[in-house]
């Protein structure tokens, strides 16, 4: 054994990864530990509440800190305690963990780290079981925390050795996005940050336009992170109403902006972004273009002119019907649909209740099935001309559609030569005619959708003459 090559080693270990006992290989020589130990050792889920373990089986050895490439971090809330504790936990489990990693990183330099991902997690001990519930049956309950003090978040070490950052929701508990965003600021090498949010039930009118004030906010300081190149925000929570009828609520600034699109956008054009992906946000016409300073001229006295994304090499944005500005994406006709009943719907009537939340909504009439020109047309409009802003876009995508699985979906998708689509619609094409500079638009069976001339004009100059425009209509 002592006469096999390391990489002859590393190769027989491979293999053997799915040995639950793989640890025992460990004790065949010097050589064999040190590369049995590169992956026992290099993913680790931790508590907050045992991190003296992962202290003590790190800390002393330092090939094992060189073969951490995943941490898992969850940090264990204590059950019915006010607001001040959580604030505490937060703060001395951050503090902890943050502290050992500082102390690892004395006296070495960044490039001897690698690529190491930390994964946070929240739980409160009692329901860490609910973890598989159905979100619908939590929503309600979920405590919104605004979870750490400015002044805690500053005081933390700066850790360099994490570069990528994942934060995923915990039903029962949520870091709210500001607190997420000023925590990663402590990560200066980070690269990638994926970032999970609770959006607060739709009739808790004000705690949800805080979130979203505080996830506009959060996004903006993001430009503080020289390296960020890939962020994935995807909202949790609150689903679009049940009935196409309900009034929904406006997240607009007193100058009617959309702030959320427009600190992404504003993320972008700053150079750095080259992947973006937006699940189940709520976007607007704003995450594509400068609707503040469109009207306005630069302080040279010429017009404001719309920035490019110069970095961005992808982007995908997924968005229901519900648009931030108070209306609906879509339209229809309500005396077409009938509504369900609500044993059928399966309305939730808990008697929750919030300072601004409005009567319960009905049962489920899901009559808006078809986009609404004045709304969704601005939006495609602006896909359109934004994509022309982008020398190094590969791909991009931009689907719209209830959650309901009507097929009413639209997904509009552009891609140069060479590079797939960026999302399968089901029908085997993301990968065709990759020769040519493409796009092509999906419209789901059940809804229906008249191209604008200035958005087809958009995708004739960026295909070009010898590109593809295609206009499909698909079926789930």
């Not at 601004?356 to 009559?367: K, L, M, R």
Request: hydrophobic share 40%; glycine share 6%.
């Amino acid at each position: 054994m002592e006469k096999l090559s390391i990489e002859v080693i590393s190769i027989i270990i491979d293999q053997l990864q799915q040995d639950s006992q793989l640890a025992r290989y460990a004790t065949v020589s010097r050589t064999w530990q040190a590369a049995v130990e590169a992956r026992t050792f290099a993913r680790l889920q931790v508590d907050s509440d045992h991190l003296d373990r992962f202290r003590s089986a790190y800390s002393p050895h330092p090939r094992r800190q060189a073969a951490l490439r995943a941490l898992d971090f969850d940090v264990m809330l204590p059950t019915n305690t006010s607001w001040g504790p959580h604030h505490a936990t937060f703060h001395t489990a951050f503090n902890s963990l943050f502290s050992l990693m500082h102390e690892w990183e004395k006296d070495q330099d960044a490039s001897a780290f690698g690529s190491v991902q930390l994964r946070l997690g929240v739980h409160v001990a009692a329901r860490r079981a609910d973890d598989d519930a159905d979100p619908k049956s939590l929503s309600h309950g979920v405590e919104h925390l605004q979870s750490m003090r400015p002044d805690d978040i500053a005081s933390l070490p700066a850790v360099r050795r994490f570069d990528r950052f994942r934060i995923d929701v915990s039903l029962g508990q949520a870091i709210d996005p500001l607190t997420t965003c000023q925590l990663v600021l402590r990560l200066p090498r980070l690269q990638s940050l994926q970032l999970e949010y609770w959006d607060p039930d739709r009739r808790q009118r004000t705690p949800r336009a805080a979130y979203r004030t505080w996830l506009a906010e959060g996004i903006r300081s993001l430009r503080r992170l020289p390296r960020l190149t890939k962020l994935c925000i995807e909202r949790r929570g609150s689903e679009e109403p049940d009935n196409h009828g309900v009034e929904v609520q406006d997240f607009r600034d007193d100058q009617g902006i959309d702030i959320v699109s427009e600190a992404v956008r504003q993320l972008a054009e700053a150079g750095i972004l080259t992947e973006l992906k937006l699940v189940d946000i709520l976007v607007s016409p704003d995450l594509f273009q400068d609707r503040r300073h469109s009207d306005s001229t630069s302080p040279t006295g010429q017009a404001a002119a719309a920035l490019p994304w110069p970095a961005m090499r992808s982007f995908i944005v997924h968005s229901g019907i519900v648009a931030p500005g108070g209306a609906w994406y879509y339209t229809g006709d309500p005396g077409a649909v009938t509504p369900m009943s609500s044993a059928e719907s399966g309305i939730l009537e808990d008697g929750m209740e919030d300072d601004d939340s409005d009567d319960d909504e009905g049962p489920a009439h899901w009559w808006r099935t078809r986009p609404d020109p004045d709304l969704f047309n601005p939006l495609a409009l602006a896909m359109s001309a934004a994509v022309l802003r982008m020398p190094r876009l590969q791909a991009g995508a931009l689907t719209v559609g209830s959650d309901h699985g009507l097929c009413d979906d639209l997904a509009l998708q552009c891609a140069v030569p060479g590079e797939p689509f960026c999302e399968s619609m089901g029908d085997g094409m993301r990968f065709a005619d990759m020769e040519y500079r493409r796009w092509k638009t999906w419209i789901g069976g059940k809804t229906e959708w008249e191209v604008p001339a200035q958005v087809r004009d958009n995708w004739k100059e960026f295909v070009g003459e010898a590109g593809k425009i295609s206009v499909v209509v698909y079926e789930l």
